[in-house]
């Protein structure tokens, strides 16, 4: 964060030098500097773009400066998920280490002992979810009437889970004359009208707004219905790929599918929001440390899940939209490694298709995989001979898009 216009507290600065950040991304860059000056802020921008430090470090900033008891929720971030929740406050961690600021997460799904003793300490910062911050603020455990920033992140998310009505009230527990920020990746008419009534005379940011990022090559693999398992082994089988997250559209589905992938000897873990706490976390960490190298999930991962290392993602089951495709696919091709996008394709997916290209403003190329029926048709267009799974490595090197294949069973691979 070194660039003029961006001025930070001497601690937040040590901070962010040690988590390793030289420059501002786009969002940072237009975000922070009117937030430091108290401007409320509108921001469309996806995960993966640096939007958490766009609003942690301005809100940090304001509780270092500002005036404030101490023992008092100053700042409030609400997150649609528990995962995000976690995520933003392992980078409140980050970029307060050198302070004294102390954050705490609040949600369902775990015992709320731990909730009421970190509240009761002091906790300046509380990152939540909906329905359990209103249970704190009801039992009179969190007090909400001292905040002096808040963020709601994820919003359109927030919306297609039904928490408008809580977020409402949220709001409603918090002053007037607080300082508000309000991220979402779109602004659905109800949504738009709601950052209406709450923010005074925002700065409006868009970044990175209608498609994934660059560094994401697309790919729809037709596929008979009764086959997409078969084919997505093969497409396993036939790459040295990094860690890859799966989609399915239900959970019952994640779960039989995570089975069919363990009776070939690989590892799969499961995310769902049937999940209790425990394995949600099990499961993310096993993950994100390599443990296992295949994550089957339903949508709740396809926002907020925040893996560096995803190399391919495999829509299953294509998405119900064109913006939960583009939020799928942004777990790979982030910090500007390049990453794979694929999705099994029937042939009652022609419509879903149609909606995902005019979203992205191009064609996605066809990849016929060898051993599958090609009466499997997707909408005409231009059929490419390449692998759909080639190691990301091997693509950067390939002159036009080839790259190595690697046949036969990943039993002896040591990789799984």
Do not use: W
């Not at 893996?307 to 500007?336: K, L």
């Amino acid at each position: 964060m070194t660039r003029k216009r961006i001025s930070l507290d001497d601690r937040l600065q040590r901070a962010v030098q040690a988590a390793g950040y030289t420059e501002p991304t786009p969002v940072q860059q237009a975000a922070i500097p009117p937030a430091l000056e108290g401007r409320d802020i509108i921001g469309t921008a996806q995960t993966g773009t640096g939007k958490t430090a766009a609003f942690v470090l301005p809100m940090l900033q304001s509780l270092l400066t500002a005036p404030g008891g101490h023992k008092r929720t100053r700042a409030l971030i609400v997150s649609p998920t528990r995962e995000l929740a976690e995520q933003i406050n392992e980078e409140i961690a980050r970029l307060a280490r050198f302070t004294n600021l102390r954050s705490a997460t609040v949600y369902g799904g775990v015992g709320m002992g731990p909730q009421v003793s970190a509240l009761r300490a002091g906790a300046e910062i509380i990152v939540a979810c909906p329905g359990r911050l209103l249970d704190h603020v009801q039992r009179g455990t969190a007090d909400l009437s001292h905040v002096q920033t808040l963020v709601l992140d994820e919003g359109d998310r927030m919306l297609d889970m039904g928490f408008l009505p809580d977020v409402r009230r949220i709001v409603a527990q918090t002053p007037r004359d607080r300082h508000t920020m309000l991220f979402s990746a779109t602004f659905a008419p109800e949504l738009d009208r709601f950052a209406r009534e709450i923010l005074r005379d925002p700065e409006r940011i868009e970044i990175g707004l209608t498609a994934p990022a660059q560094t994401v090559k697309h790919a729809l693999c037709p596929v008979a219905p009764d086959r997409k398992t078969e084919m997505l082994l093969a497409l396993l089988d036939s790459t040295d790929a990094g860690s890859v997250l799966i989609f399915t559209r239900t959970k019952h589905r994640a779960n039989r599918l995570a089975k069919q992938i363990g009776r070939t000897g690989r590892g799969a873990a499961v995310l769902h929001s049937n999940r209790s706490q425990n394995q949600r976390r099990k499961a993310l960490d096993a993950f994100r440390t390599g443990e296992v190298e295949l994550m089957v999930a339903t949508d709740i991962a396809s926002r907020g899940l925040d893996v560096d290392t995803i190399s391919h993602v495999i829509n299953y089951d294509v998405p119900g939209s064109a913006d939960d495709y583009i939020h799928r696919v942004g777990r790979t091709g982030r910090a500007e490694r390049s990453g794979d996008a694929i999705t099994l394709v029937t042939p009652e997916d022609r419509n879903a298709v149609r909606d995902i290209e005019r979203a992205l403003g191009e064609r996605i190329a066809v990849r016929r995989i060898e051993g599958f029926d090609a009466d499997a048709t997707v909408p005409a267009i231009a059929t490419v001979g390449a692998p759909a799974m080639a190691p990301t490595g091997a693509r950067r090197s390939a002159a036009s898009g080839g790259g190595r294949r690697r046949t036969g069973s990943r039993k002896g691979s040591g990789r799984r």
